[in-house]
């Protein structure tokens, strides 16, 4: 898949933290069950490579991808453990070439106008706006549209039910990068019923 394609699949990205791999399957199903297809598995756990894996082999209607991906050898690891795309906080050379070279989508992350210059200038041209809320919001988008015409972004860190429609509203933003959909305590406690429910909230509460 192209970054176009992948920020094209749902208007919402959640954005997972997984301590157990057990609970990987049950959540992408919830997340399905609840009418989002993808998802965005962080490597801040131990157990994120193998989740990515299990999902990506049994559960191939979910596009799962890798977030928090930093260097090389986090971008190799996800892509050998069945990552369908990447996501990071930041931007490099070093990521944008691994990009190019294993023919897998970046969305690397920007917060100012040099990066996403940088981006641009590389043929990136779909970006995550990180963090969103920190870096300007709705107001930052809106500056990057003038100069940066051709450039469109998932903000991420912020978004929540409230916000949302003010995010997806812009010329610029295809589809936006949210936890509150997969809340730490409904994983831990099982209920996944939760899960399903609060994107149901989400996707309904978008405004055409």
Same mark, same amino acid.
């Given at each position: 898949?192209?970054?176009?394609? !992948?920020?094209?699949?749902?208007?919402? !990205?959640?954005?997972?933290?997984?301590?157990?791999?057990?609970?990987?399957?049950?959540?992408?199903?919830?997340?399905?069950? /609840?009418?989002?297809?993808?998802?965005?598995? %962080?490597?801040? %756990?131990?157990? $994120?490579?193998?989740?990515?894996?299990?999902?990506?082999?049994?559960?191939?209607?979910?596009? !799962?991808?890798?977030?928090?991906?930093?260097?090389?050898?986090?971008?190799?690891?996800?892509?050998?453990? /069945? $990552?369908?795309?990447?996501?990071?906080? &930041?931007?490099?050379?070093?990521?944008?070439?691994?990009?190019?070279?294993?023919?897998?989508?970046?969305?690397?992350?920007?917060?100012? $106008?040099?990066?996403?210059?940088?981006?641009?200038?590389?043929?990136?041209?779909?970006?995550?706006?990180?963090?969103?809320?920190? !870096?300007?919001?709705?107001?930052?988008?809106?500056?990057? #549209? &003038?100069?940066?015409?051709?450039?469109?972004?998932?903000?991420? /860190? &912020?978004? %929540?039910?409230?916000?949302?429609?003010?995010?997806? $509203?812009?010329? #610029?933003?295809?589809?936006?990068? &949210?936890?509150?959909?997969?809340?730490?305590?409904?994983?831990?406690?099982?209920?996944?019923?939760?899960?399903?429910?609060?994107?149901?909230?989400?996707?309904?509460?978008?405004?055409?």
């Amino acid at each position: 898949m192209r970054a176009d394609e !992948v920020m094209k699949i749902s208007p919402i !990205v959640p954005v997972v933290a997984l301590e157990n791999v057990e609970d990987a399957l049950p959540l992408a199903h919830a997340l399905l069950e /609840g009418g989002i297809k993808i998802m965005e598995i %962080t490597l801040r %756990t131990k157990e $994120a490579l193998e989740a990515i894996n299990t999902i990506s082999h049994t559960l191939p209607q979910m596009h !799962v991808g890798a977030g928090t991906v930093i260097d090389k050898k986090d971008f190799q690891a996800a892509l050998n453990h /069945g $990552a369908k795309f990447i996501f990071s906080p &930041g931007i490099n050379k070093e990521l944008m070439q691994c990009s190019k070279d294993l023919d897998i989508a970046l969305i690397p992350g920007v917060a100012t $106008a040099s990066e996403v210059m940088m981006a641009k200038n590389n043929g990136f041209l779909h970006c995550k706006l990180f963090p969103a809320s920190v !870096v300007g919001g709705t107001k930052a988008l809106k500056a990057f #549209n &003038g100069p940066f015409a051709s450039m469109y972004f998932c903000p991420t /860190g &912020g978004i %929540t039910l409230e916000n949302l429609n003010d995010f997806l $509203a812009l010329p #610029n933003v295809l589809c936006v990068g &949210g936890s509150w959909i997969v809340p730490q305590d409904a994983i831990k406690k099982r209920d996944f019923k939760l899960i399903t429910s609060l994107c149901k909230e989400a996707l309904e509460s978008i405004k055409t």
